[in-house]
């Protein structure tokens, strides 16, 4: 089975535009889930999506917003980019029926804000 | 809110030593406890996790963990470390009653030296 995967791998961008990422999920799974990773405040969660709806949110300005399509393909788009911005952003699948069901992470977007 | 302390930052290590890499929650209600690794420039990968019975836990590459509900702890531990498991360690919780949201710990970077 192919893993999660993220495209693209590496992004510059500068203050002000915006940005989309996308995630590609294990097949079968229906729950997309999103993450920043940045050295100063670690890894923290954005949202996630479970067949087309948005079913958690975290502590992120408006800015940020995603959207799950039918074939369970995410993405994750960021307007008027700050230099905060800056960090590897990571989604990660799971089958989304149950709190017990493993998140396997893809290998995350790299995105700089100049 | 939930959170996760990861008491050391950084453990150097000699190859062939055995190491712990701590981790505590914070929560009064039952929660699911997992451990990721993270290679350099690399998504992260799910070590073990804990969802219920056993309080010890085994997992890939020679790796365990134990739980301990009344210290709140989930420390992880390796008999005899390799070279190849340089890399940086998450603790990571999650509440029963959540789906596709785990709280992360800031991170141990593990550093085994010849």
């Known amino acids: 089975k192919a893993g999660v995967t993220q495209t693209p791998r590496y992004l510059i961008k500068t203050r002000g535009q915006q940005v989309t990422l996308s995630c590609s999920p294990i097949?079968?799974?229906?729950?997309v889930s999103w993450y920043q990773q940045t050295p100063g405040q670690g890894l923290q969660f954005l949202f996630e999506?479970?067949?087309?709806?948005?079913?958690n949110k975290g502590n992120f300005p408006g800015r940020f917003s995603g959207r799950q399509f039918s074939n369970s393909r995410s993405e994750m788009n960021v307007s008027t980019l700050e230099l905060g911005d800056s960090a590897l952003y990571l989604c990660?699948?799971?089958?989304?029926?149950?709190?017990?069901?493993?998140?396997?992470f893809g290998p995350g977007t790299r995105l700089t804000v100049l | 809110a939930q959170s996760v302390t990861q008491l050391d930052s950084q453990v150097p290590v000699f190859e062939e030593a055995p190491v712990e890499l701590r981790c505590n929650y914070s929560?009064?209600?039952?929660?699911?406890l997992f451990w990721y690794v993270q290679y350099p420039n690399q998504g992260l990968q799910l070590l073990l996790k804990?969802?219920?019975?056993?309080?010890l836990v085994k997992g890939i590459n020679g790796f365990e963990a134990e739980f301990n509900k009344s210290q709140t702890s989930f420390h992880l531990r390796k008999p005899s470390v390799h070279i190849s498991d340089t890399a940086e360690y998450f603790c990571?919780?999650?509440?029963?009653?959540?789906?596709?949201?785990?709280?992360f710990g800031k991170g141990t970077k593990l550093s085994v030296k010849p």
């Open positions: 990660a699948s799971s089958g989304g029926l149950a709190g017990t069901d493993t998140q396997y």
């Open positions: 097949s079968g799974h229906r729950s």
């Open positions: 999506y479970f067949s087309e709806t948005q079913r």
């Open positions: 929560s009064s209600v039952s929660v699911y």
């Open positions: 804990y969802l219920s019975g056993s309080t």
């Open positions: 990571a919780v999650s509440d029963r009653g959540s789906q596709g949201n785990l709280i």
